[in-house]
């Protein structure tokens, strides 16, 4: 299957800071990739949908001056959380798919906020 | 929009024996439906789909079955083992709306 990788696997960061994570679709080209952040025993939960070249759609609640998205190629996505504080700390998971096929999944980020 | 539910939360089975997940979603106009594993501090890793031209779909010990009509789906697991034990997703999707249900925490005794 395709694989999609992401970068940092975990992060420790303080209060106030900026991070940005990376999603990176390994041997395909990513027409799509979603955001995603899980917590603990819970479900997924979409925060944004990007395409490359255009402008990400933020899914209801999700602040996206606070959760910068930029998918600058078709095989790069980034997400930079910035200002960050402990409330968001979390499991943050990226996918990516070509045309209308399956989602791949990375496999997380753990961001801690200290 | 899409709402997707899951029964049951949690299931422990013995090895060797069959489990049985449920998930229910709202939306008509949903089109594919994936199952996905997740491992502990693991990203989702997708284990079958089946799409909505489609009534039932197999790959060796593992099976979907979708009911349009009743707007349900389920994944079987056939001859479970221990390294089945994962927290498995369903999910309904039209284009770029793909909704999670909130997941079974499967144990297989060995």
């Known amino acids: 299957g395709a694989v999609v990788s992401q970068h940092p696997s975990w992060v420790i960061c303080k209060s106030g800071t900026s991070v940005k994570i990376e999603c990176r679709s390994l041997d395909f080209q990513a027409t799509t990739m979603f955001w995603y952040r899980q917590f603990p025993k819970q479900s997924l939960m979409l925060m944004a949908t990007?395409?490359?070249?255009?402008?990400?759609?933020?899914e209801q609640g999700v602040e996206k001056d606070k959760f910068l998205i930029n998918h600058a190629s078709l095989t790069l996505s980034t997400l930079t959380v910035t200002s960050a504080h402990p409330e968001d700390s979390s499991f943050y998971i990226c996918?990516?798919?070509?045309?209308?096929?399956?989602?791949?999944f990375g496999p997380g980020t753990r961001l801690t906020v200290t | 929009g899409e709402n997707v539910e899951q029964h049951p939360s949690t299931l422990s089975v013995q090895e060797g024996d069959s489990a049985v997940i449920k998930c229910t979603y709202s939306?008509?106009?949903?089109?594919?439906f994936p199952w996905y594993k997740q491992e502990l501090g693991k990203g989702p890793q997708l284990i079958i789909d089946?799409?909505?031209?489609?009534g039932e779909k197999k790959d060796q010990r593992i099976a979907v079955t979708l009911n349009k009509t009743a707007k349900h789906f389920s994944l079987h697991i056939t001859e479970t083992q221990p390294e089945d034990s994962a927290v498995y997703f369903c999910a309904a999707s039209q284009v770029n709306d793909m909704r999670f249900g909130a997941g079974t925490r499967l144990t297989v005794k060995p």
């Open positions: 996918s990516a798919r070509y045309g209308p096929g399956e989602q791949y």
């Open positions: 939306d008509s106009a949903s089109n594919y």
């Open positions: 089946i799409r909505s031209n489609v």
């Open positions: 990007s395409n490359e070249g255009s402008k990400a759609t933020y």
